[in-house]
């Protein structure tokens, strides 16, 4: 292994000099004769220089180099440089001395670093141009390698010697002054000379003033300044309408950065008249950072925003051990992480922020807001109940939570046929110290939900309201609270826009308007993952952000370690008949809009069969032989069923299933059953199960078929890898081999690179295929 990375390394490099040109020709003596060679000239030993150029050069005309077809040795030797073997069959006597001018040649034509970087070109600005100069060449060498320097900026050519006589000096007009700053410095300097005074960057400033006004509304004021000068947004105008990467400012060439300098000039011709509340002071404070730190911005503030400002420039919302706040009433101890979570929360509350809790699945997002809660309450919350939205298939676990940590709450669930409606509601919330529903009902009892005035206001899953286009996200939007709390374990699902949406409901403002950020963030991020922009927009979010993940030193240890493994399944000849004939069927349709989704659906069922629930059997004898349990989920409620039903008859024993058809009651009686029994397998529709649950009885997770969705996958797994869970989690993924489900698999593994920013990817991208794309990742090996 170390071999073929050395071999890889060796290639590399070579590639590398080849395309630097850095190479020449040459004449050595070998076992069978004098060759032909091509090395570096930096590296003569990498033996993949002569085979790469060889091949680039080489042609059927110049394979043979006998003495009767090249009169000299000369010629013999031009042609061997093409030939496949480089033999140059000559008289040796005649070889020798020939590769001895070869070599005083080669030496000859190579400038020296040394030498190179003694000519070192400075620039200095003048109005409308320039004056590059150099030091005097004193010998041949140096005269040499400045010949070849005016190869690189033709305008060399015109050095002559300075009126000191101890430099050389060419003048340059504006275009050659902005060609030796945009192309000729760094030419120059790849090549190995020197290069000074070069490049200058604009710095522009905006100096904003924000001052407390009226109603908590903050007003601002601005001031541009361009390398120390101030100036009006009109002058600025006038240098980016010259469309010019470089233009001459205040005595020097700069380099001025267009994208940031247009939104900074929008800043500074906003209309003055316009009020702004604290989160939009803050981005407006943002914008105006190069790197989108609040610490680098010049603002001069009064007393309210002031406090807001010091505070997050502070890194105040970095909060240590040991400052937990009181929670009178809950009934539990938090971690230390978990502690601090609720400080956080506290603070960011404290300077009117709702806060996005976005720890990792199973870590305690639960808790920690059942916490802050009832440190609200006991800090002043006028007897205002809080408000809870979850996914209906969540209700029931905050139902749950609530009364086995905080015991003390009068808690009232909003849901089902039955509920209380309107003035009934309304008297029912009065009553109550948290109210949970579910987003469905919200949409629906909109009228009366949104007139409360609630204490704080909690979205679980809040991914629910990525999209901000949905009737879900403008309700939520509508709430009335003194707090926003935001849970979710991916906080960015698809886009960077997903983000937006949900600080927008915590924040408004606080990111801008949308057009802006897809523009400033979305955009780019999507086209480039590793751009400065992400970067940029994980510092803006920083404050108000909170996400812990179980690799976190300070929580590894808490939880259990977990180890995927793929398990690679055999089409059985049914399968392989019946998968065959629906690419046959694809390939006939006229491939109308809708048919890709349905082919890869007819597929993904057609290896949901024999050869996955024979390696499951398998699999799950050694699980319960070892007296583990393990969870299988299945994409598909009617795959999922039919598991369930060959496990019972392969094992003779009912096996639990959950899926979305059950009722609140029988969901919790298959969780009972599963928890009740011995070693066990519970079977789960992905969908059904993949959140809300905690399941650390199992240590074993088998993803039957695959989402192609890593965030979706992962929160299936985390229902067993959580907190509580002391053992190592084995997460077996399914996969039939020679498949569309393998193609994938290979695909998803180069993007998940992405993950690591801010965006995941769900099975939507293969829609984007091709006809073509599509039947190739779905043929059959």
Same mark, same amino acid.
């Given at each position: 292994?170390?071999?073929?990375?050395?071999?890889?390394?060796?290639?590399?490099?070579?590639?590398?000099?080849?395309?630097?040109?850095?190479?020449?020709? /040459?004449?050595?003596?070998?076992?069978?004769?004098?060759?032909?060679?091509?090395?570096?000239?930096?590296?003569?030993?990498?033996?993949?220089?002569?085979?790469?150029?060889?091949?680039?050069?080489?042609?059927?005309?110049?394979?043979?180099?006998?003495?009767?077809?090249?009169?000299?040795? &000369?010629?013999?030797?031009?042609? *061997?440089?093409?030939?496949?073997?480089?033999?140059?069959?000559?008289?040796?006597?005649? /070889?020798?001395?020939?590769?001895?001018?070869?070599?005083?040649?080669?030496?000859?034509?190579?400038?020296?670093?040394?030498?190179?970087?003694?000519?070192?070109?400075?620039?200095?600005?003048?109005?409308?141009?320039?004056?590059?100069? /150099?030091?005097?060449?004193?010998?041949?060498?140096? #005269?040499?390698?400045?010949?070849?320097?005016?190869?690189?900026?033709?305008?060399?050519?015109?050095?002559?010697?300075?009126?000191?006589?101890?430099?050389?000096?060419?003048?340059?007009? @504006?275009?050659?002054?902005?060609?030796?700053?945009?192309?000729?410095?760094?030419?120059?300097?790849?090549?190995?000379?020197?290069?000074?005074?070069?490049?200058?960057?604009?710095?522009?400033? =905006?100096?904003?003033?924000?001052?407390?006004?009226?109603?908590?509304?903050?007003?601002?004021?601005?001031?541009?300044?361009?390398? $120390?000068?101030?100036?009006?947004?009109?002058?600025?105008?006038?240098?980016?309408?010259?469309?010019?990467?470089?233009?001459?400012?205040?005595?020097?060439?700069?380099?001025?950065?267009?994208?940031?300098?247009?939104?900074?000039?929008?800043?500074?011709?906003?209309?003055?008249?316009?009020?702004?509340?604290?989160?939009?002071?803050?981005?407006?404070?943002? /914008?105006?950072?190069?790197?989108?730190?609040?610490?680098?911005?010049?603002?001069?503030?009064?007393?309210?925003?002031?406090?807001?400002?010091?505070?997050?420039?502070?890194?105040?919302?970095?909060? %240590?051990?040991?400052?937990?706040?009181?929670?009178?009433?809950?009934?539990?101890?938090?971690?230390?992480?978990?502690?601090?979570?609720?400080?956080?929360?506290?603070?960011?509350? @404290?300077?009117?922020?709702?806060?996005?809790?976005?720890?990792?699945?199973?870590?305690?997002?639960?808790?920690?807001?059942?916490?802050?809660?009832?440190?609200?309450?006991?800090? $002043?919350?006028?007897?205002?109940?809080?408000?809870?939205?979850?996914?209906?298939?969540?209700?029931?676990?905050?139902?749950?939570?609530?009364?086995?940590?905080?015991?003390?709450?009068?808690?009232?669930?909003?849901?089902?046929?039955?509920?209380?409606?309107?003035?009934?509601?309304?008297?029912?919330?009065?009553?109550?110290? =948290?109210?949970?529903? %579910?987003?469905?009902?919200?949409?629906?009892?909109?009228?009366?939900?949104?007139?409360?005035?609630?204490?704080?206001?909690?979205?679980?899953?809040?991914?629910?309201?990525?999209?901000?286009?949905?009737?879900?996200?403008?309700?939520?939007?509508?709430?009335?609270?003194?707090?926003?709390?935001?849970?979710?374990?991916?906080?960015?699902?698809?886009?960077?826009?997903?983000?937006?949406?949900?600080?927008?409901?915590?924040?408004?403002?606080?990111?801008?308007?949308?057009? &802006?950020?897809?523009?400033?963030?979305?955009?780019?991020?999507?086209?480039?993952?590793?751009?400065?922009?992400?970067?940029?927009?994980?510092?803006?979010?920083?404050?108000?952000?909170?996400?812990?993940?179980?690799?976190?030193?300070?929580?590894?240890?808490?939880?259990?370690?977990?180890?995927?493994?793929?398990?690679?399944?055999? #089409?059985?000849?049914?399968?392989?008949?019946?998968?065959?004939?629906?690419?046959?069927?694809?390939?006939?349709?006229?491939?109308?809009?809708?048919?890709?989704?349905?082919?890869?659906?007819?597929?993904?069922?057609?290896?949901?069969?024999?050869?996955?629930?024979?390696?499951?059997?398998?699999?799950?004898?050694?699980?319960?032989?070892?007296?583990?349990?393990?969870?299988?989920?299945?994409?598909?409620?009617?795959?999922?069923?039919?598991?369930?039903?060959?496990?019972?008859?392969?094992?003779?024993?009912?096996?639990?299933?959950?899926?979305?058809?059950?009722?609140?009651?029988?969901?919790?009686?298959?969780?009972?059953?599963?928890?009740?029994?011995?070693?066990?397998?519970?079977?789960?529709?992905?969908?059904?199960? *993949?959140?809300?649950?905690?399941?650390?009885?199992?240590? &074993?997770?088998?993803?039957?078929?695959?989402?192609?969705?890593?965030?979706?996958?992962?929160?299936?797994?985390?229902?067993?890898?959580?907190? %509580?869970?002391?053992?190592?989690?084995?997460?077996?993924?399914?996969?039939?081999?020679?498949?569309?489900?393998?193609?994938?698999?290979?695909?998803?593994?180069?993007?998940?690179?992405?993950?690591?920013?801010?965006?995941?990817?769900?099975?939507?991208?293969?829609?984007?295929?091709?006809?073509?794309?599509?039947? *190739?990742?779905?043929?059959?090996?």
């Amino acid at each position: 292994m170390n071999q073929t990375k050395e071999m890889a390394r060796t290639k590399s490099e070579a590639l590398s000099a080849v395309a630097q040109g850095l190479f020449a020709p /040459c004449l050595v003596k070998e076992d069978d004769g004098w060759h032909a060679r091509w090395r570096g000239t930096e590296d003569a030993e990498n033996p993949w220089i002569d085979s790469i150029v060889r091949e680039a050069v080489a042609t059927p005309l110049s394979e043979h180099a006998e003495r009767d077809l090249h009169p000299t040795v &000369h010629d013999a030797w031009l042609a *061997a440089l093409k030939s496949r073997t480089g033999l140059v069959n000559r008289d040796s006597g005649e /070889c020798a001395a020939f590769a001895k001018v070869l070599e005083r040649w080669i030496e000859e034509g190579v400038d020296s670093p040394e030498t190179k970087r003694s000519l070192e070109f400075s620039f200095k600005p003048t109005k409308g141009g320039g004056i590059v100069s /150099c030091p005097v060449p004193r010998g041949e060498k140096p #005269l040499r390698a400045l010949g070849r320097a005016t190869a690189i900026f033709a305008p060399l050519r015109r050095l002559e010697l300075s009126k000191d006589a101890k430099s050389l000096e060419a003048k340059l007009s @504006g275009g050659e002054a902005e060609d030796f700053l945009r192309y000729a410095a760094a030419g120059l300097a790849k090549a190995g000379y020197g290069v000074s005074g070069a490049t200058e960057n604009a710095t522009l400033d =905006v100096e904003v003033s924000l001052f407390d006004a009226p109603h908590g509304k903050v007003r601002v004021e601005t001031r541009l300044v361009l390398d $120390g000068v101030k100036i009006s947004p009109g002058e600025l105008r006038v240098l980016l309408e010259q469309k010019k990467e470089y233009v001459f400012f205040n005595g020097h060439w700069v380099k001025l950065d267009r994208a940031a300098l247009l939104e900074k000039l929008a800043i500074a011709e906003r209309p003055k008249e316009k009020r702004l509340n604290a989160a939009e002071a803050i981005f407006l404070a943002q /914008c105006c950072s190069s790197d989108g730190t609040l610490g680098a911005v010049r603002t001069k503030a009064g007393d309210a925003i002031g406090k807001i400002l010091s505070a997050l420039r502070s890194g105040a919302a970095r909060i %240590g051990p040991g400052t937990t706040p009181a929670a009178p009433g809950l009934a539990g101890t938090l971690r230390d992480y978990q502690g601090r979570a609720v400080s956080w929360m506290a603070l960011l509350a @404290g300077l009117g922020f709702g806060a996005l809790l976005a720890d990792d699945m199973g870590l305690g997002k639960t808790i920690e807001t059942i916490a802050w809660i009832l440190h609200s309450r006991a800090s $002043g919350g006028d007897g205002k109940p809080s408000l809870v939205v979850a996914p209906i298939t969540l209700i029931a676990n905050w139902r749950r939570e609530l009364a086995r940590f905080a015991p003390g709450l009068e808690v009232f669930v909003h849901h089902g046929p039955d509920r209380a409606l309107e003035r009934g509601f309304l008297a029912c919330a009065a009553r109550s110290d =948290v109210v949970i529903t %579910g987003y469905s009902t919200l949409v629906k009892d909109a009228a009366f939900i949104t007139s409360v005035d609630w204490q704080t206001v909690a979205i679980d899953e809040a991914q629910a309201v990525k999209n901000p286009d949905t009737i879900v996200a403008h309700t939520v939007k509508n709430l009335k609270a003194e707090t926003r709390i935001a849970l979710t374990g991916t906080p960015v699902e698809n886009s960077v826009t997903d983000i937006w949406s949900i600080e927008e409901f915590l924040n408004p403002g606080l990111l801008g308007p949308r057009k &802006h950020f897809e523009e400033r963030f979305a955009k780019p991020i999507s086209e480039n993952p590793a751009c400065a922009a992400l970067a940029r927009l994980k510092r803006t979010l920083e404050p108000f952000v909170l996400r812990r993940l179980k690799t976190d030193p300070a929580i590894a240890a808490e939880i259990g370690d977990k180890r995927v493994i793929k398990e690679y399944c055999r #089409l059985s000849e049914s399968q392989r008949e019946e998968y065959e004939t629906a690419l046959i069927d694809y390939s006939r349709g006229e491939k109308r809009r809708g048919d890709a989704f349905a082919l890869l659906t007819r597929l993904k069922l057609v290896c949901d069969g024999e050869g996955k629930l024979e390696r499951l059997f398998d699999l799950l004898e050694s699980i319960f032989a070892a007296g583990e349990s393990a969870l299988v989920f299945t994409q598909y409620a009617k795959v999922g069923a039919a598991v369930a039903a060959a496990l019972g008859k392969r094992f003779g024993r009912r096996f639990p299933f959950l899926h979305g058809a059950l009722s609140a009651k029988e969901r919790e009686r298959e969780i009972a059953s599963f928890e009740a029994q011995g070693p066990c397998a519970f079977v789960l529709s992905l969908r059904a199960g *993949a959140f809300g649950l905690n399941l650390v009885k199992a240590t &074993h997770v088998i993803h039957f078929d695959r989402w192609w969705n890593p965030a979706v996958e992962n929160q299936a797994t985390d229902r067993a890898h959580r907190i %509580g869970q002391t053992r190592t989690v084995f997460v077996h993924a399914f996969i039939t081999e020679g498949t569309l489900e393998e193609k994938v698999d290979d695909l998803l593994e180069k993007k998940t690179r992405l993950s690591g920013g801010v965006v995941e990817n769900g099975e939507s991208f293969l829609l984007k295929m091709s006809s073509g794309e599509i039947e *190739a990742i779905a043929s059959l090996d």
